[in-house]
């Protein structure tokens, strides 16, 4: 069983900065790609920051230059460093694992942000 957790969000103020972890456990052959999606009040789930099997990252228009996205594969944890926050950034983060042949999904950390 293939298990996401996420972690380190809470409420900062507009400006500030939080760094998101995504720890995945179980029985894993191949991951293909993880990536960080958000769930704003009211608005659909939308793609936030992915990285390949092989590194490569992409990000949100409205993310990029304040998000960063890595993995530590020897922690078997993904991150989200986010800077500059925004109240507009305010969601629930979710983290998003290709793993085998299924796509896993973690249940979610809050983050706030006030202006």
């Known amino acids: 069983q293939v298990q996401l957790v996420e972690s380190g969000g809470g409420l900062v103020q507009a400006g500030g900065s939080l760094r998101l972890s995504c720890t995945y456990s179980?029985?894993?052959?191949?991951?293909?790609?993880m990536a960080w999606y958000r769930q704003g009040p009211g608005e659909q789930r939308e793609l936030v920051a992915s990285?390949?099997?092989?590194?490569?990252?992409n990000y949100a228009d409205s993310v990029k230059g304040r998000f960063t996205i890595s993995r530590d594969n020897a922690k078997n944890t993904v991150y989200l460093q986010m800077n500059n926050l925004k109240p507009e950034d305010t969601a629930v983060y979710y983290c998003?694992?290709?793993?085998?042949?299924?796509?896993?999904w973690g249940q979610g950390t809050q983050v706030t942000v006030s202006s």
């Open positions: 990285i390949t099997r092989g590194g490569s990252t």
């Open positions: 998003k694992g290709g793993i085998d042949r299924n796509d896993y």
């Open positions: 179980g029985i894993i052959f191949i991951i293909h790609g």
